[in-house]
């Protein structure tokens, strides 16, 4: 069973960065391809972003793409990153960590495991 914890979220305004990060509880970190979604208030939760077991191949959705980078800590080997630049408000969500074993997915039915989410604010 896989724990995952994330941090790094908070409010900023329009424009401002953040870094979330996510802690993974196993050493078997690096077999699973990880996600991030998000989730805002009334909304569905949505893919936001995946990247692969190796760390090379990554998958953006639209509204971020160019803004926001995933990267795997290869170092650490138990964390993955998703770097948020020019944020505006529409990025206002609760951001969630995801894992996969089957690889990688923009589908959320296709991750095992959950974080507990972090918030991110973003105002004007």
């Not at 990880?34 to 893919?47: D, S, T, Y």
Request: overall charge positive; proline content about 2%; charged content about 15%.
């Amino acid at each position: 069973q896989v724990q995952l914890v994330e941090s790094g979220g908070g409010s900023v305004q329009a424009g401002g960065s953040l870094r979330l990060s996510c802690a993974a509880s196993e050493r078997t970190f690096s077999h699973y391809a990880m996600g991030w979604f998000r989730q805002a208030p009334g909304r569905e939760r949505e893919f936001v972003a995946v990247v692969g077991r190796q760390g090379l191949a990554t998958s953006y959705a639209d509204s971020v793409r160019g803004r926001f980078t995933i990267s795997r800590d290869k170092a650490k080997n138990t964390t993955v990153y998703l770097q948020m630049n020019s944020l505006n408000p529409e990025d206002t969500a609760v951001y969630y960590c995801s894992a996969a074993t089957r690889g990688i997915s923009v589908y959320l039915s296709w991750y095992e495991y959950w974080g507990q989410g972090t918030q991110v604010t973003v105002s004007s």
